[in-house]
């Protein structure tokens, strides 16, 4: 668990969002154990590949302080990460565990766990700052992979850009004024996943091209 990331992307401090720092504090006090700050990214910050998700969910990361761990989430996510060379390990147990990401770090857009899992507007773009900042400071970016409507919005606020001009579907490719790719996934929720919305079959051929492309197999996406 990295908490000593740059402040402009990461702050283990911030209580910006008084309802999500009332809940946090409620959750320490119910969950001694828990983590209960806001989650930092995770994964190599060299890497082409970033991952943008919704938000820490309350017995997954804001349990254990490292991104889609300790829930439903995270198994579809790592063991295909895995599959496709992004990770050393295809299962995420604790932010201790030795797992490492490989060319791919994994971000979200609300760094702190909200009630029922849903943000607010205003919650959203008091935290788009720090993902701003962590594009901006990412220029060896290639690839974008946002899960679901939340994350693909707040990637392209945080650039700058209309989002008329990028509307949200699944394996819906997007060419960023950067010349970065911009990739949409359904959410790997457990809603999702056990409504068949979102397939392992799906979600692999996902990665797959992401996979080719970076490793110059597939010229383009889109």
């Known amino acids: 668990m990295d908490v000593h990331e740059d402040r402009g992307v990461y702050d283990i401090d911030c209580r910006r969002c008084d309802r999500l720092a009332h809940y946090l ?3 320490k006090r119910a969950y001694p154990t828990y983590f209960c700050r806001p989650v930092p ?3 190599d910050k060299g890497a082409r590949f970033l991952i943008v998700g919704l938000a ?3 017995h997954g990361a804001n349990a254990t302080g490292r991104a889609f761990t300790g829930d439903w989430c995270g198994p579809l996510l790592y063991s295909s990460l895995h599959r496709f060379g ?3 390990r295809a299962a995420s147990l604790d932010a201790n565990d030795g797992l490492e990401l490989i060319d791919c770090r994994i971000s979200n857009s609300v760094k702190c766990a909200p009630p029922q899992n849903k943000p607010d507007l205003i919650e959203i773009r008091q935290c788009n700052r720090y993902l701003a900042v962590e594009l901006a400071r990412s220029p060896q970016l290639e690839i974008i992979l946002s899960l679901g409507t939340i994350a693909h919005r707040a990637v392209i606020e945080a650039l700058g850009l209309p989002i008329r001009m990028y ?4 394996h819906r490719h997007h060419l960023l004024p950067s010349g970065v790719k911009l990739i949409n996934s359904y959410h790997v ?3 999702n996943t056990q409504t068949k919305r979102l397939t392992e079959p799906m979600f692999h051929a996902v990665l797959a091209e992401v996979r080719d492309f970076l ?3 597939r010229p383009q996406l889109g």
């Open 25 to 27: 504090d409620e959750t």
């Open 41 to 43: 990214p995770f994964g």
């Open 56 to 58: 820490p969910g309350l």
């Open 86 to 88: 992004f990770a050393s």
């Open 167 to 170: 509307r949200f579907g699944h």
């Open 189 to 191: 929720s457990r809603y």
């Open 215 to 217: 490793d110059g197999v």
